[in-house]
């Protein structure tokens, strides 16, 4: 039997190409959702893909985390601290495989963000969320996320939106 509770950690730099086909997978699964295509993301080089992997395990200014069942890669979310405001983490690349879905590991991958935001003692924390997609606007609300501003083209030339959203750390 399989279990379906996940385990969260952070990618070591080794592990870039981990890194790069699951994040290839989530571009491919869900082109319009992320800002990067999957064609620009094709066109990195190997040693791209691991100064980013190496910068992502980087403990005081990014975190590359993996949701994993039995060791199968099966989600991702990306942290930065934000160079010019120490106070925010911004939070991309949040994926999970579609078959993986509505197991509360895209919960588990929020949690762990959050908790790797607060050992940076930062006060918030921001994301971008396409407008249309409701499970994970959900989510974000049931966590604290408030909107901030309006909605934006999630990309030039896109007509779908993305919602940038926010969470105050302090009341969280």
């Known amino acids: 039997m399989v279990s379906h509770v996940p385990s969260i950690r952070t990618l070591g730099p080794h592990e870039w190409r981990a890194y790069r086909a699951l994040r290839l997978r ?15 993301a094709q066109e990195r080089n190997d040693a791209d893909w691991q100064r980013q992997v190496a910068s992502g395990a980087e403990p005081r200014s990014q975190a590359a985390l993996v949701a994993e069942i039995e060791a199968q890669r099966v989600g991702l979310a990306w942290c930065q601290l934000d160079d010019s405001n120490p106070n925010r983490v911004h939070l991309f690349q949040m994926w999970v495989h579609p078959s993986f879905r509505r197991l509360g590991i895209a919960r588990e991958l929020l949690n762990a963000a959050i908790r790797w935001a607060a050992t940076l003692e930062a006060r918030e924390i921001v994301l971008s969320v396409p407008s249309l997609q409701s499970a994970a606007v959900r989510l974000y ?21 993305a919602q940038t959203m926010q969470l105050d750390l302090r009341s969280a």
Request: proline share 14%; charged share 15%.
């Open 26 to 40: 989530a571009l491919a699964e869900s082109p319009d959702v992320f800002a990067t295509t999957l064609a620009e």
């Open 141 to 161: 609300t049931s966590t604290g996320f408030l909107p901030v501003g309006d909605p934006q083209p999630i990309k030039p030339g896109s007509e779908l939106l």
